[in-house]
């Protein structure tokens, strides 16, 4: 079948447009909007699989994309695997994952509709972003937002919060690349989008999530062209050294970077029991249980037993007991020993490579949807340094709706720019 206009499903086009705005835009603020948004989405991509089910040339792109296709599908088998294994059954754990498996098919959905229809998720990451900052006003404390009330939402805490707040901001810079109509429009709302989510992120205090920040910029730079002479490079470094001082120099960063020193601080002196005390002891617990089931973990939902019996052995701390190891990393090495680091590194590198390879693109399109790929994928592994970014809903169906769309433009705008091409 001709690879044209007439092979999308043309009617389904303005409703996922309308979609791919509202799903990022609710996230923070409508528990489950955004899963709802994900759902009829992949109900009308089902729908399109099988009205084209003898056109292998729909699912081409599972093919074309293996190292995209392999992370969103094997953590999820991993875990039924080891189910299997280990003789319990815990379907509970296979929720968070399923959402990347699921969207495999809405992938193939996106593919197919022209890049115009896709680009405006931009705009659902700008207005997600300012949504967020809503909170800050809606539901302020009598002391106003500190260390001891950061700001949140009713159904996740701080962490996650402030770290999706953070991204959606950024991702709304990257994606003004492709914005071709009303700029000067969609410049003041999506910097507008920027300051807002910055704020949000601010205010939850989310210390490890600001790591992100100098990834972000670089990609920025990449994006924009920023480095591409020395002068820019200068004026760059200036604008950023003074935002890096202005930020510094505000109460709630000292405030947190100084209870970071204090932590350090009560550690040298032998109090263990401090906020950084108590995650570096959960991870130093999670390595002995790598060491003595180093092949397949203690098992995914089982983490806060298994810190349970090293507690009752004096082998930890029973503060530290607890259901996950607030790091991705170390909660798949407890959980899932060498298979779940594998697949860890596995899902990185499927959620990245892809990216990575479009980062230089002549397309402008192209270029930003590479750009807020890699955003979205590090963001991933930076946050997940300090937080279990894999296991909250909310999030892990926003990372894999959003993935699959940055990644599908790139699909449908080369694609576009092949049909456009002179014949020889």
Avoid at 3 to 14: E, G, H, S
Avoid at 96 to 121: D, G, K, N, Q
């Amino acid at each position: 079948m001709n690879q044209d206009t007439t092979t999308y499903p043309r009617r389904l086009a303005p409703i996922a447009s309308l979609l791919l705005v509202l799903a990022p835009a609710v996230n923070l603020v409508w528990r489950g909007g955004t899963g709802y948004g994900f759902f009829l989405l992949l109900a009308f991509s089902l729908y399109s699989a099988w009205a084209w089910r003898h056109d292998r040339s729909y699912f081409a792109p599972w093919r074309e994309y293996g190292w995209y296709t392999a992370a969103m599908i094997v953590p999820l088998c991993v875990v039924i695997v080891q189910q299997a294994l280990f003789g319990y059954w815990a379907p509970h754990q296979f929720d968070p994952l399923s959402r990347f498996a699921l969207a495999l098919p809405l992938f193939l959905l996106l593919c197919r509709l022209p890049s115009r229809y896709l680009t405006v998720v931009g705009w659902g990451c700008a207005l997600g972003a300012l949504a967020a900052s809503a909170w800050i006003v809606v539901d302020r404390p009598a002391g106003g937002w500190n260390v001891a009330d950061r700001l949140t939402n009713s159904y996740t805490n701080a962490i996650p919060f402030g770290d999706t707040a953070l991204l959606l901001a950024f991702l709304a810079v990257f994606t003004f690349g492709w914005d071709t109509k009303a700029r000067p429009l969609a410049l003041v709302v999506k910097l507008a989008a920027l300051v807002a989510g910055g704020f949000a992120s601010y205010f939850s205090g989310t210390r490890g999530g600001w790591i992100a920040i100098p990834v972000f910029v670089l990609l920025l730079g990449l994006q924009y062209g920023w480095f591409s002479h020395w002068k820019r490079v200068l004026i760059s470094v200036v604008l950023l050294a003074a935002a890096a001082g202005v930020l510094l120099s505000t109460g709630n960063i000292r405030e947190r970077v100084a209870a970071a020193g204090s932590d350090v601080t009560l550690m040298q002196r032998g109090d263990k029991d401090t906020s950084v005390g108590l995650r570096l002891q959960l991870w130093s617990a999670s390595i002995t249980l790598f060491e003595r089931h180093p092949f397949y973990g203690v098992g995914k939902g089982h983490l806060e037993r298994a810190l349970g019996d090293l507690a009752q052995h004096g082998e930890a701390s029973t503060q530290i007991v607890n259901e996950r190891a607030h790091s991705d990393f170390f909660s798949a090495i407890a959980e899932m020993g060498a298979m779940g680091v594998a697949t860890l590194l596995l899902f990185y590198v499927g959620t990245s490579v892809h990216f990575w390879r479009a980062r230089r693109s002549d397309d402008a399109v192209i270029r930003t949807a590479a750009c807020g790929g890699l955003a979205i994928s590090f963001s991933t592994i930076l946050f997940g340094l300090t937080i279990d970014v894999l296991v909250p809903i909310q999030v892990t169906v926003l990372v894999s709706l959003l993935t699959a769309t940055f990644l599908a433009i790139i699909v449908s705008r080369r694609r576009e720019l092949a049909a456009d091409a002179p014949r020889v």
